[in-house]
């Protein structure tokens, strides 16, 4: 089998993340040691109906991707607090740094998921969330998908992830060898738009910074608009 191609890429990332998360927490502590950082961590999830999961997946992140200093507690979680169904290029086992080059495709990619949620709830609208842009840099070798909506279609499904799961799953825990440091592909829910999926909480350049904030309102119909809630004030 042919290897995937790489790619070099440095850029500033954005994620946009619910503001009801806490921007600081037991990794931001540059002064604890990375055992003490793991057991801190569970005992502050104790209250959390997750801590089995959370407990699961410490493990798998070996101690020198335990990452600390400002902004390490919203990295951690990426890896640490995902979704139980996974996301496209990740299963249920360990999250990932699931980011864009430019706040306008993160914002498309919540909102995909985000209506998706609700509309499985019944009464959910009209709702209301508040989100947090937060900002990164990454500068790593990622696997190249950029440009193969067409040849890995598979990969690119608009719902189906299990390909796109299993490709992961295979770059990320190779049988021998190191895997990948994650992949660069084109968004699926915005034309022009690129994300990265950085499996090493290590290659976020650290310290992540908080930028807008945002609400997403749908109406009664599930019609959902969004405002940055700096236009709001005045």
Same mark, same amino acid.
């Given at each position: 089998m042919t290897a995937p191609a790489r790619a070099r890429v440095r850029e500033t990332t954005h994620r946009l993340i619910a503001s009801r998360y806490p921007p600081v927490g037991v990794f931001d502590d540059l002064a604890a040691d990375k055992e003490e950082l793991a057991i801190a961590f569970l005992l502050e999830s104790a209250t959390n109906d997750r801590l089995a999961v959370l407990s699961r997946r410490l493990p798998l992140l070996p101690r020198n991707e335990i990452v600390q200093g400002p902004g390490a507690t919203m990295v951690m979680a990426a890896f640490l607090h995902a979704d139980g169904a996974g996301g496209r290029f990740t299963d249920g086992r360990l999250g990932a740094w699931y980011a864009s080059f430019d706040v306008d495709t993160a914002i498309a990619e919540t909102l995909y998921h985000s209506t998706r949620r609700l509309r499985l709830s019944d009464g959910a609208f009209p709702s209301n969330i508040?989100?947090?842009?937060?900002?990164?840099?990454?500068?790593?070798?990622?696997?190249?998908?950029?440009?193969?909506?067409?040849?890995?279609?598979d990969l690119y499904h608009p719902e189906d992830y299990r390909a796109a799961q299993a490709f =992961? %799953?295979?770059?990320?825990?190779?049988? !021998?060898?190191? =895997? %990948?440091?994650?992949?660069?592909?084109? !968004?699926v829910r915005r034309g022009g738009g690129t994300n990265v999926c950085v499996y090493r909480p290590s290659l976020v350049i650290l310290p992540v910074s908080q930028a807008d904030?945002?609400?997403?309102?749908?109406?009664a119909a599930g019609e959902v608009s969004v405002l940055r809630l700096s236009e709001m004030k005045g």
């Open positions: 508040q989100m947090r842009e937060i900002v990164a840099g990454i500068d790593c070798d990622l696997v190249e998908l950029r440009g193969e909506q067409q040849t890995r279609a =992961g %799953a295979a770059l990320r825990w190779p049988p !021998s060898g190191e =895997g %990948a440091n994650g992949i660069v592909c084109d !968004s904030h945002y609400e997403y309102r749908w109406d």
